[in-house]
């Protein structure tokens, strides 16, 4: 056994400071948390001369690593670290936070004997300090000697010392892994995503790109960066832009269509979709996704163009339908049968519907394109309304449904297109019969309010859903009601493209008790040099 005099001198202050110093410097170094345990071993096996010296890392007293010396080898010392953090010193200390000089390890139950292990000494002494950062153990550092007593205050002090400091750089290493291994996490699946990702400071200048934004806009990846976002999106659909930058800064998502320039000219239509990142590390950032709306776009395009030449290729066949219908009726106008005239009345009443759901389609595409209306002519809104009752009336008589009129008096004239308001009145009409239990009531009203005229249509059906409300305007969208009739949900969509064209509103008020009221303002002057508001697609 070395003389206590023996190993104060090993712990000279000067030493002790030279090595404090160099492990400093040497855990200051871009280490890993390997090496930064390795190093912190080693340090204090060299310091104090033991022989056999143990260092674990934790994360919520969970084991991360392990290491060891024996002798002069390293050997794996995870079998034997893990029964002594269950049973042995090393738990007790991780437990308790506390250093503990074990002085005999042949008389201290602390100390497991484990004969078979060359790793576990099985006589001398022992030293084990915690490693504590933030008020967590991160790890735990064991040293034994051959001699009994070895273990002295200025030891404890230096590995204290060590175990602060190695506590320190751990933690940080551990974190600095932890963030690297998510980024690359991101990274891998930033670069794998199946979508165009752009990431740009808050100015818009791009700092990354993934393959797929590469394919997508036919640019290397050196060529990109550092180009602003604008440089690659049709001018004046640019993203960084008023009221969209504003909402970026502050952490707002922001979402709309533009175009996007491809490095060999094309023009793609893409569906944007912005949000603000806020990164501790690399600072804020914006990440655009860019959803390519090629193919979306080219098959719209297909299903107008087919839609109209259905359209029109239809109203020629039910012109010439109708006018066969009308001579039929002509002919057989003395004609006794009685089953016979009230047939064709079905057959006119029909293609008559028929017609105007064409003529319908039609109009929806034309003002989703932006298409001005070429029929305006002032117009009596009660004449017009008496006369699109008359087309339901038969409807409305099969379902025994009673139309009630409350006309206002003395309403100004509307410069409309008849025929189309016609249509959108007839649409109303008819969902209101349709939707009316038999035997129900629907009440088509006008009034004049302001510089508006109102034409309400309320019926005594089942009601809207409140959350159906918002979206029954929209194409395709029904009401899903059990034993309510079915269509395809153009009917409002075009009223609203109708009402809107004549810069009017439409809108609807509804519960589940007291069925609906569809609100139709019209203005009641406007201006010849308006221009129409433009809809759907030209709206993009």
Known sequence: MPSIPGLQARLSEKLRLALVYRLARELNAELSSAEVLRRMLHAAAEALGTPHASIVALRKRELLAAYALGGDNEADPRPVIERVLANGLAGFVL?????????????????????????????????????????????????????????????????????????????????????????????????????????????????????????????????????????????GTGPISGERFDHLTRGLEVRFQSSIWTRDGAECPVQVYARRVNDAVEGDYIQWIEHDLS????????????????????????????????????????????????????????????????????????????????????????????????????????????????LGDELPLLYIDADMIERVMINLMDNAIKYSPDYGIVTISTASSGQEVLIRVKDTGPGIPREAQARIFEKFERVKHRHMPRGVGLGLAFCKLAVDAHAGRIWVKSDDQSGSTFTVALPVEAPATRELPLLGAAAQ
């Open 295 to 406: 193919s979306q776009v080219e098959l719209e395009q297909l299903r107008r163009d087919l839609s109209a030449m259905i359209y029109h290729d239809m109203r020629g066949p039910l012109g010439n339908v109708y006018t066969s219908l009308n001579a039929l009726q002509k002919l057989l106008a003395d004609y006794p049968g009685a089953s016979v005239r009230t047939f064709l009345e079905v057959a006119v009443r029909s293609e008559r519907q028929v017609q105007r759901m064409a003529d319908s389609l039609l109009d929806v595409q034309r003002l989703e394109e932006g298409n001005k209306l070429l029929n305006r002519n002032n117009t009596a809104i009660n004449a017009l309304i008496e006369h699109a009752i008359e087309q339901v009336r038969p409807v409305a008589d099969d379902r025994h449904v009673r139309l009630r009129l409350g």
């Open 95 to 235: 437990h308790n936070y506390r250093t503990v000089i074990v002085n005999d390890l042949t008389t201290n139950p602390l100390w497991m004997s484990l004969p078979d292990e060359p790793l576990s000494p099985q006589f001398g002494s022992a030293l084990c300090v915690p490693m504590i950062h933030s008020g967590d153990v991160v790890g735990v550092i064991t040293l034994s000697h051959p001699a009994r007593s070895y273990f002295t205050a200025d030891a404890v002090n230096l590995v204290t010392t060590l175990s602060e400091m190695g506590a320190a750089a751990l933690s940080n290493t551990l974190l600095l892994e932890e963030n690297r291994q998510a980024r690359q996490r991101y990274s891998t699946l930033f670069d794998d995503v199946l979508v165009p990702i752009l990431i740009t400071d808050l100015d818009g200048n791009i700092q990354a790109v993934n393959r797929r934004a590469c394919e997508f806009l036919a640019y290397e990846r050196e060529e990109l960066m550092y180009q602003n976002i604008n440089a690659i999106h049709r001018l």
